[in-house]
């Protein structure tokens, strides 16, 4: 499966960004997907995670109740509706997938991965 992530831009603190996840290839709709983080000069983190049915999600203490991730099955996307955007969410968000039943939170439980996005949060 082939990973595209877009979305990203120039946000101030307190503003919203929704990032898409375009996924690709044979049954690109059956896989779990994990959106990770990685800012300049720190180790990639976990944000958020949706099993391939949406009725699993799994967030990072530092996002949950401000990120919201989805999925549309029917345009094998995945979203993550980002809001109350804070100047430590900059960073290149990545999207991975995986063909398990119940998605990970670590980058090496996924078998799939594509070019990140760029998030910058401005004060």
């Known amino acids: 499966v082939q990973l595209q992530a877009s979305g990203g831009g120039l946000v101030q603190a307190g503003g919203s960004l929704r990032l898409s996840c375009a996924a690709s290839?044979?049954?690109?709709?059956?896989?779990?997907i994990g959106w990770f983080r990685q800012a300049l000069e720190l180790e990639r983190e976990f944000v958020a995670a949706?099993?391939?049915?949406?009725?699993?999600?799994y967030y990072g203490a530092s996002v949950k109740g401000r990120f919201t991730i989805s999925r549309d099955n029917a345009k094998n996307t995945v979203y993550l509706q980002m809001n109350s955007l804070k100047t430590e969410d900059t960073g290149v968000y990545y999207c991975?997938?995986?063909?398990?039943?119940?998605?990970?939170?670590?980058?090496?439980?996924?078998?799939?991965g594509g070019q990140g996005t760029l998030v910058t949060v401005s004060s």
């Open positions: 991975a997938a995986a063909r398990v039943a119940r998605p990970g939170l670590r980058s090496t439980d996924y078998d799939y």
């Open positions: 290839g044979r049954a690109a709709n059956r896989y779990a």
């Open positions: 949706i099993s391939w049915t949406g009725d699993t999600t």
